[in-house]
């Protein structure tokens, strides 16, 4: 069979340069109808000091076309990328990459191999080398229009890379990362076309000055000169826009644009620095350069403070203080990258409005500003009687779980909002909305009418609070032509919908969203409430356009009129209550009776229109006495009616909240089986026999739960705990014969130290509970807790497994957990036991339905082998407070210790 010749192809993402496709041209020699069954390939990669390392290639798919045989190839494949990170020197290096083919058809077997190479984008850059009068010398790629007109003028982009691809070749700046590559795509330039220029600073210094220790100074290094010459160089021989030079750069590039952009405003439009710094002191240069920055709150690589630094300093506190001139995008803490969090620049680049909004800007247009207020600048003295904004901030520093400045549309512009979560109570949390007041001038998320509704924490509430898009205009003028709707609308739908999207980031109930507004948002909150899905009421294509944007209660804090004043409300100018449906969520309407701003008569219509609608147990009103506006200290601390306490045993009305005994509600599974939750939605298990009846652990509530179980079944009753952690043992000391192994009861004693630990029975592997005609035997399966437990009935078939397998997320990073090579060996003799069940319920209710899926114990084998060989790491897990890192396989799921895996035997 003939050698047909083969071209490896390679493309860059954000991670970097791999090796995606084999090409095989003229594959007329070859059999028709192959398959991927019909190939193996192996990629020989061959390092700076001749290490060379063989592996095998999954292949995706193959392809026949007339005059070419395509094997894709799995990017996802730990051996796809063509470089790699060599500790030793602390940069990334190019392999040598050769790749061996083997078909085996009916006519015969053929192996090919190539070290031929077509590196897809990169391949349109010309290399060049460039020295300047200082003696630095600065390998750079170039990339011309493919459809370059020089009578025709085109922008510039220069991007600056991060230290890992430091060299001499010139190439990998293109291949480490997208930061180059994105801009030079055929997609891109036919949307924007460009020039783009990816200079290389050698390995032995970097874009910034530094100090002995390592730090980064804010001064340009001579490289860093080097490269703005190769821009000014570029720039004389093309034609190229003088407005629209524009500057990225990540990491220690990220450094590079803050300084060549303090060093060089008068020449460059706009910077997109990435997860970097620089020095604050000279942050006034760029008094009128567009910049939108982003970095990660857990970058431990590069700290966040760097760029927040600048932020701040940008802020201008001499200027108009309702506007905020820098667009800056800070990745959260549940917001996890891949393989750390210092990886800002890979969601950074794929920001398509990032990429519309940079090409909008020109040098000397100036800041595009967006307005709002926030706690760490000045307040202006805008024409108030008393000459100040009647309104504080409320103090958000003891919040331990918090998340602040999220963007929360997919808008340049987008506005803002913070995430507060509770400390002790268990997900998923019950979401209350605020959206501040400020006569749609003014205002902020911050603003001091947040305290009082921060007081939901410590009932179990998760609190968000969002900024929307205020009237650019001077406050108080009596004739005003502008509308902030129905934007101001869209935009909090827009967040209801976030919020949603984000229920398992934060552990929010997506079921349970109330919003609160006072004034200008509580008559915002009204027609979230009213408005339900009127497709003209929202706008999806702000984002997450797959989730609804409905609440489950509102409340109207003194922000009712009669009808929406037509300068504010233009599209919605006929009022709250002539949006209402029947089918509408209940609202709550508070006022002040002293309220001289929006008189409270206003709230009493409304109310009374409401009600025609919703009935009068849907709509309350409390009218609050000796009370103003939201802003006087008697609406919220008021001393006849406790307005806290009015909201919260509302939303826990609407919420169906227990603020006394617990509430649970049962669902029977099978005969002689029933699955029980709390209101906390921790799972519990009541197995019936002719005898007696089983427990299976008893939850986290506080409630009667003995009581409850009498009206399910009237035999006697033991209880069974799986292991010791507090969401499946309280209650327990309710009833007089409970189960625990003694290897856990220390646990149950540290989570639930008034819990009578001592009067629980050891019970151990190979017991066994008869409840007559049915019987249930203890297995160990250690791992989870070192006693945790599951039950096996044989008779039917089911397996209980507690959460030794099967809750969710495994949690394997906590503290007393076995190591991920002694959890194997459980899972392996579980394994074992498949033969003796069929069904197994675990300790919280799976996703996929009552039963975890067939394909779940197998599925939970692969992944943990997969992290213990060391062939998967994991992404930082969301739940904060516990730490560890993420994997996920098939329908299984594990946080870990990465510190805990053991020894690979």
């Known amino acids: 069979m003939a050698q047909p010749k083969m071209k490896i192809l390679t493309t860059v993402d954000g991670y970097g340069q791999k ?70 020197v602390r940069l990334n290096r190019r392999l040598q990459v050769a790749y061996k083919v083997t078909l085996q058809a009916p006519d015969g077997a053929a192996t090919f191999t190539s070290t031929d190479r077509l590196n897809l984008v990169v ?95 804010g001064r340009p290094s001579r490289e860093l000169q080097a490269a703005y010459e190769i821009l000014q160089n570029v720039m004389a021989q093309y034609n190229i826009d003088t407005q629209r030079v524009y500057v990225t750069g990540l990491s220690m590039g990220g450094f590079g644009t803050w300084a060549l952009g303090m060093a060089h405003p008068e020449s460059i439009a706009a910077l997109v620095p990435i997860c970097g710094g620089g020095n604050p002191k000279q942050a006034a240069a760029l008094a009128s350069t567009p910049i939108w920055a982003f970095h990660h709150a857990g970058d431990r690589v590069v700290p966040v403070d760097g760029t927040r630094r600048i932020v701040e300093e940008l802020e201008r506190p001499n200027e108009d203080l309702y506007y905020r001139p820098v667009l800056y995008t800070e990745y959260q803490l549940g917001d996890g990258l891949s393989p750390n969090d210092h990886f800002s620049w890979v ?144 935009q909090a739908k827009a967040a209801v919908r976030w919020i949603r999207a984000n229920a398992g980031v934060y552990g929010f109930d997506p079921e349970r969203i109330a919003v609160l507004g006072t004034s200008a948002g509580g008559q915002i909150a009204g027609l979230l409430g009213t408005t339900g899905h009127k497709p003209e009421t929202e706008v999806l294509s702000l984002g997450n356009s ?112 227990a603020t006394g005994d617990d509430q649970y509600s049962a669902e029977q599974l099978e005969p002689g089986l029933w699955r029980i939750l709390d209101c906390h939605r921790d799972c519990m298990y009541l197995v019936e026999g002719q005898d007696k009846a089983l427990l299976i652990n008893t939850g986290m509530g506080n409630g009667d739960l003995k009581g409850y179980l009498q009206r399910l079944t009237k035999k006697p009753l033991e209880v069974f705990l799986t292991h010791g952690h507090p969401d499946h043992i309280l209650q327990a000391d309710q009833f007089d014969r409970v189960y625990l192994s003694q290897e856990d009861c220390h646990l149950a004693a540290t989570f639930a130290p008034d819990l009578a630990v001592s009067s629980f029975k050891d019970v151990k592997e190979g017991d066994v509970f008869s409840l007559g005609g049915r019987s249930l035997e203890v297995i160990g399966l250690p791992g989870h807790t070192p006693g945790s437990l599951a039950l096996l009935d044989r008779g039917n078939g089911l397996l209980f497994s507690g959460d030794a397998i099967g809750s969710e997320i495994v949690w394997m990073q906590l503290p007393g957990c076995s190591t991920l090579t002694a959890y194997l060996q459980t899972l392996n003799k579980l394994r074992a036991l498949d033969d003796q069940y069929d069904t197994i319920y675990a300790g919280h209710v799976p996703d996929q339905g009552p039963a975890l899926p067939a394909q779940y114990l197998q599925d939970m084998i692969a992944l943990v082998k997969q992290v213990v060989s060391g062939s998967v790491t994991g992404t930082p ?26 020894k690979d035997d």
């Open 19 to 88: 090796a995606t496709s084999l090409v095989v041209y003229d594959p007329k020699n070859l059999p028709s109808n192959l398959s991927a069954k019909n190939f193996t390939v192996e990629a020989q990669l061959t390092d700076v000091r001749g290490a060379v390392t063989t592996a095998q290639r999954s292949i995706a798919n193959v392809s026949c076309l007339t005059d070419q045989l395509i094997i894709e190839l799995d990017p996802r494949d730990e051996h796809a990328p063509t470089f790699y990170y060599d500790e030793e």
């Open 123 to 217: 391949d349109d850059f010309q290399p060049h080398t460039y020295r300047s009068s200082t003696g630095a010398v600065v390998p750079y790629q170039l990339f011309v229009p493919k459809a370059y007109d020089a009578t025709a003028t085109y922008p510039v982009i220069m991007f600056l890379h991060g230290a890992g691809e430091r060299g001499t070749d010139g190439f990998l700046p293109l291949e480490g990362s997208e930061g180059a590559i994105i801009w030079a795509r055929d997609e891109e330039q036919r949307q924007r076309p460009c020039f783009v220029i990816a200079p290389q600073c050698p390995p032995e210094s970097s874009w910034t000055e530094r100090l002995d220790s390592g730090k980064y100074l």
């Open 347 to 490: 969601p950074a680049y794929q920001t398509e409005a990032m990429r519309q909004w940079l090409f909008a800007q020109r040098l000397g247009a100036g800041v595009p500003k967006v307005r709002n207020i926030s706690p760490k600048r000045p307040l202006p003295d805008p024409p108030f009687e008393d000459g100040k904004i009647p309104y504080g901030f409320a103090k958000t520093d003891h919040i331990q779980s918090k998340y602040c400045g999220i963007r929360y549309t997919n808008q340049p512009d987008s506005p803002q909002l913070d995430v507060y979560l509770p400390d002790q109570s268990p997900q998923p949390y019950p979401v209350i909305m605020y959206v501040h007041g400020g006569a749609f001038f003014f205002g902020s998320k911050e603003m001091d009418d947040l305290q009082p509704i921060l007081s939901g924490l410590e009932r179990g509430y998760a609190v968000v609070s969002i900024n929307y898009t205020l009237m650019d205009c001077p406050i108080g003028l009596d004739d005003v032509e502008q509308s902030v709707f129905p934007k101001a609308l869209y």
């Open 546 to 657: 797959t989730y609804s944007s409905a609440v489950q209660a509102a409340i109207i804090a003194c922000g009712a009129n009669v009808k929406v004043p037509e300068n504010l409300c233009s599209a919605f100018s006929t009022g709250i209550a002539d949006h209402v449906v029947p089918a509408g969520p209940p609202l709550l309407l508070l006022h002040g009776r002293e309220d001289e701003s929006l008189p409270y008569e206003g709230s009493v219509a409304l109310t009374a229109a409401l009600r025609q609608v919703l009935g009068r147990e849907n709509v309350k009103l409390v009218i609050l006495p000796e009370a103003g506006h939201n802003n006087d200290p008697a609406f919220f601390d008021n001393p006849h009616v406790d307005t806290k306490k009015e909201i919260f045993d509302f939303t826990d009305q609407v919420f169906n909240i």
């Open 877 to 902: 897990y969301s739940e904060a407070k516990f730490g560890g890192l993420e994997v996920r396989h098939g329908t299984a799921a594990m946080a870990y210790d990465p510190q805990n895996i053991g």
